[in-house]
Every structure is written in C-alpha cells, then in structure tokens.
C-alpha cells in the first residue's frame, strides 16, 4: 500500500470484501482481516534480500570457503545479512486492512498503519491488539453479558441463537470475538442466570440451560 501505486490493491481488496465495481459475492467478509506490505519498507527489504543474496555467493567462492577465517567471516555476514531481511521484511507488513461501517451504516474499507518499531502485521497478536483498539474486536475476557445485550438490537431479540452467532462473524458494527462461539455462549447463559434474557423454543416454551454448554448457538 501506500506511494500513490497502489490502486490495484485496494481494488482487489474491495472486491473481496464485497465493495466497489468488482465486489465479488461474499457473506463473511466482515471475518476476514488483509495484512499488507507497505510499497516503501517492500522495497528496503528487497534491497537487503539482494545483499543477503550476494553474501551468500561470497561465502560460496571457493577461495573464500578455502580460507577458514575467511570462510568464519563470511559465514557471519551471511548470518547477519539474514537477520536484517527477516527483520525488514516483517516490518514492511505495516498495513492491516478490513470491512466497517460509517456513520450511516453503509460498508466501508477501514485501515491501520503500525507505526511503532517492532510490531509487524504479520503478528497476530499485534493484529488483534490494533482490532481492540479500532473497536473491531474484542480483548479475552471483555465480552460477557452486559457488552453482549449492548451489541444487540431490538430486531435482534426474537432471532434464532444461529443467525444471532452469524452476526458476529458477517455483520461489521459487531466487534469479532476472541473465542468465537464459546464467548457468545457464556455471554448468552450469564444474560439468562441474571434474568435479562430467555431462551424460547420454537414452539413458545421457556428452555433453561445447567451451564454455557447447554446453549447451541
């Protein structure tokens, strides 16, 4: 991303997220999150990806392999030129990509740079991290009974607990959950134990549930 030569990928992003002339079919795009490499720090690596190349031929030459201090020095440089790319190469996925809403509720393509040395897009708990802070997602633990009945909307209360799970994963006000299906059960059956939900049958009969367990969303 990134440099003004970019148009291509966030076209084909768009598409995959269901967005823009090209959107493709998709009904979980709201799920999915993009890591992308940023055109500058791509570059950097590549240029270091060349050096570490080079010095891997060096180490190779027959004179230098011939020579044991030689050989140890250019050993280390091929040793050190490896860990610089590795580096570079992690830092140059900067970008994290996915599907939100605006004011208005209409689908948008939402991005966040890592900024701070260190962190890379190819780490998943940075990722995560970066969703919490972008309120696309929850932290471990957050989500219980109470952040559950302020997520939900008078249209949501009388669905079945299937397409009340599917939200989560296919809607982009809904934040993702850490542990998908077993947090929004222990949130459902915390919200019946308090007595601020009930679980219905199809038929209209009240059912009860001895653990979170018990609730088949």
């Known amino acids: 991303l990134l440099n003004g030569i970019d148009a291509d990928t ?11 002339d090209h959107r493709l079919a998709v ?6 999150v993009f890591v992308c490499v940023n055109t ?16 891997k031929r060096v180490a190779e030459i027959d004179a230098v ?17 490896r860990r610089q790319l590795e580096k570079a190469a992690k830092a140059a996925f900067q970008h994290i990509v996915y599907l939100g809403e605006d004011a208005d509720g209409n689908r948008v393509e939402r991005s966040i740079r890592l900024d701070k040395d260190g962190h890379t897009a190819l780490d998943g708990s940075t990722v995560w991290a970066a969703l919490q802070d972008a309120d696309k997602a929850f932290g471990v633990g957050q989500f219980d009974a109470k ?9 949501d ?16 006000r809904l934040p993702l959950l850490p542990h998908g299906d077993t947090d929004l059960a222990h949130a459902l059956y915390a919200a019946v ?16 549930a001895s653990t979170a367990a018990d609730i088949n969303v």
């Open 65 to 81: 392999r011939a020579d044991d201090d030689l050989h140890e020095k250019a050993k280390e440089e091929v040793k050190e030129s």
């Open 27 to 32: 009904g979980w795009a709201s799920s999915a």
């Open 40 to 55: 500058q720090r791509r570059s950097n690596a590549r240029k270091l990806a060349v050096e570490h190349l080079a010095r």
């Open 147 to 155: 952040a559950l009945l302020h997520n939900l909307r008078p249209a």
């Open 193 to 208: 134990q308090a007595g601020d939900a009930r679980l219905i049958d199809k038929d209209g009969n009240e059912r009860t």
């Open 10 to 20: 966030r076209d084909a992003l768009r598409a995959a997220m269901g967005l823009g």
């Open 157 to 172: 209360w009388g669905k079945p607990l299937s397409e009340i799970r599917d939200g989560f994963w296919n809607t982009p």
